[in-house]
């Protein structure tokens, strides 16, 4: 079946622009994972989503950062006035519970300049 | 503060040899390990995964070793072969309701023919 997909695969914009970046998990997943790479570092979490429950956002880096996940399904990730230290590979990834193996999409290269 | 740690950022092995890939961690909350495999350019693929509870899980070529008082575990890939040319990542999760990934860095591994 298919895997976790992402959109766009590459962003450029200017400082101060927002970005959406979009993640359509494996169907029937219920549990959905946002992590960012910034250059030279490991992968840092930033949210989750499980089903209907609040949305676990402990690892946004700032309020410039929002996310929604529409039906139970689609995930985006907001950007507001971005920065050039929003700059890194953004990764989502999806399993069928949060007990389960976490299968990843290819990421969204974003470069802000 | 790293929870995470693989302190080598890059190993070098010959076909056929032996690949083992390090990593340390300092929380003990930590109850489940997984490495995870990344090729340029795409997302992680899960490789294999331990329970705090066991010691040793083998999948194939993979095995996974977990020294719990070491706080330490170790990925054996036996025989190598080119195409496990990839970085690893090492991973770690507490016990909770969201499951996030608490990870490395990653080590670069080339296996060279």
């Known amino acids: ?113 | 503060d790293q929870q995470v740690k693989q302190n080598s950022p890059s190993l070098s092995v010959q076909e056929g040899r032996i690949s083992i890939l390090n990593c340390d961690y300092t929380n003990s909350m930590f109850d489940y390990f997984l490495w995870y495999k990344k090729y340029p350019a795409e997302g992680p693929t899960f490789l294999i995964s331990i329970s705090s509870i066991k010691d040793k899980n083998e999948d194939g070529r993979f095995t996974v070793f977990l020294n719990k008082s070491a706080k330490h575990l170790s990925l054996h890939i036996v025989p190598s072969q080119p195409g496990d040319s990839a970085v690893y990542f090492c991973a770690a999760s507490v016990p909770g309701n969201n499951r996030k990934l608490i990870w490395g860095l990653g080590t670069s591994l080339a296996v060279n023919p």
């Open chain 1, 1 to 113: 079946g298919a895997g976790v997909s992402q959109s766009p695969s590459n962003k450029v914009t200017e400082k101060g622009k927002d970005v959406e970046l979009r993640c359509d998990p494996i169907s029937g997943h219920t549990a959905l994972y946002w992590y960012r790479q910034s250059l030279g570092q490991g992968l840092e979490f930033l949210i989750y989503f499980q089903g209907n429950s609040a949305p676990d956002k402990s690892g946004l880096p700032s309020d410039r950062f929002s996310a929604e996940r529409t039906g139970g399904s689609v995930s985006t990730l907001t950007i507001q006035r971005t920065q050039q230290e929003d700059s890194a590979v953004y990764l989502c990834a999806s399993s069928l519970d949060y007990q389960e193996t976490q299968y990843f999409g290819p990421g969204t290269r974003l470069l802000v300049l």
